[in-house]
Every structure is written in structure tokens, then in C-alpha cells.
T-cell receptor, first 112, second 115 residues
């Protein structure tokens, strides 16, 4: 099955700085890579996703890059704000199991 | 309007009891899921149903039994609860069949505590 590794586990940045979270995966057949944000006491919410036919996708302050050859993808948040503080999860669609495999999560703290 | 709802939000019970968690989605999606999030925040798929048919059944103890009366509902029944079952359980749904590159929409979670 798919194996997803996520780094770092915690990340503290100053408001206005950028934050980068990285994930690697094992199955070269995987074709869908979403990122979820989980706030305290809530369920994960999709913030951006990318499919294997593109290398980069951007939505305002959030961007995701995908390197299929190296089997890694990254989340980039620019101009961070305190409300960006949350746990972020990468995920990969395991085409064999037909299920998302999640990374272990990154706790992002944005200091005002 | 809540897209994916779960009840109850909190569930505290004794070891050995049987309990159920209910989930409903009003998005018209075909597929529903149950995930378990442990104390270290690891999120892991347990089950998925596509239009009332079981698609994914991970290596979950058979004390856990999902039931889907219709495609808008997926309930989770747990027999003989154990301490290790303490976790947050999330229901989710997605538009098409499991494995499609669709957004999954998560419910607010049910925090189960087994004493």
C-alpha cells in the first residue's frame, strides 16, 4: 500500500512569513494529492489539491507543487496570518485501495 | 446548512458497552467513509460505502460494523468497546465512487472516550 511521509511535524513562523510543508509518497501510480487543514475540534477541510497531470497549482496565498519523478509534493503558504494556525495534512489517493492515505500532520503556529 | 453531520459529538462510555455513531450527508454524494484519528492525530480509513455497498474494509476488528440504510447515511456500531477504541471518529463523503479524484468532505467528528 501507499506510504506517505510528512515533514516537519511542527512549524512556527512569524506573521507575514512563508511556510512550507513537504510530503513524499511511495506509489508512482498515485494520481491525486490533496491538502487538508484541521482546526481544533473540527474535521479536516480541503484547502487545495493537485492531480498528476500538473506540476503546480495556486489559490491566492496557497500553492502546491508536485514532482512526480521524485514522488514528493509541497504546500506553500505565503504571507501567513494567525488564522492559518492549524494542523495540516497531506494525502495521497492510493489507487489500489481506492482510499486516501494521510501524512502524519504538521502543526503550524503563526506568531502575531 | 451542515453538509456532513455526525451525532453525538462526544461519547463517554464504559469498557464492554456497545455504542453507535450516526452520520448523514446532504450533498447527494455516492460514497461515504469512516476514519479514525488517534491521540497522535493519525488519520486512517476504516470503511467506505458506495451507494450502500461496502467498498473498503480495512483491517478493523469485527467489533466495528458499519451500516448504510441509504446513500445519505452511514452509521458505525461498535460492540464490546475497549480502551484502545478511544479516538475521534470522522465521517466523510465524496461525490463519486471511492478511488476517484474527488474532494472528500469531513464531518465535525465524534470524540469517543472509553473508561
Amino acid at each position: 500500500g501507499e506510504n506517505v511521509e510528512q515533514h516537519p511535524s511542527t512549524l512556527s513562523v512569524q506573521e507575514g512569513d512563508s511556510a512550507v510543508i513537504k510530503c513524499t509518497y511511495s506509489d508512482s501510480a498515485s494520481n491525486y494529492f490533496p491538502w487538508y487543514k484541521q482546526e481544533l475540534g473540527k474535521g479536516p477541510q480541503l484547502i487545495i489539491d493537485i492531480r498528476s497531470n500538473v506540476g503546480e497549482k495556486k489559490d491566492q496565498r496557497i500553492a502546491v507543487t508536485l514532482n512526480k519523478t521524485a514522488k514528493h509534493f509541497s504546500l506553500h503558504i505565503t504571507e501567513t496570518q494567525p488564522e492559518d494556525s492549524a494542523v495540516y495534512f497531506c494525502a495521497v489517493m492510493d489507487t489500489g485501495r481506492r482510499a486516501l492515505t494521510f501524512g502524519s500532520g504538521t502543526r503550524l503556529q503563526v506568531q502575531p | 446548512d451542515t453538509a456532513v453531520s455526525q451525532t453525538p459529538k462526544y461519547l463517554v462510555t464504559q469498557m464492554g458497552n456497545d455504542k453507535s455513531i450516526k452520520c448523514e450527508q446532504n450533498l447527494g454524494h455516492d460514497t461515504m467513509y469512516w476514519y479514525k484519528q488517534d491521540s497522535k492525530k493519525f488519520l486512517k480509513i476504516m470503511f467506505s460505502y458506495n451507494n450502500k455497498e461496502l467498498i473498503i474494509n480495512e483491517t478493523v476488528p469485527n467489533r466495528f460494523s458499519p451500516k448504510s440504510p441509504d446513500k445519505a447515511h452511514l452509521n458505525l456500531h461498535i460492540n464490546s468497546l475497549e480502551l484502545g477504541d478511544s479516538a475521534v471518529y470522522f465521517c466523510a463523503s465524496s461525490p463519486r465512487v471511492a478511488g476517484a479524484t474527488d474532494t472528500q468532505y469531513f464531518g465535525p467528528g465524534t470524540r469517543l472516550t472509553v473508561l
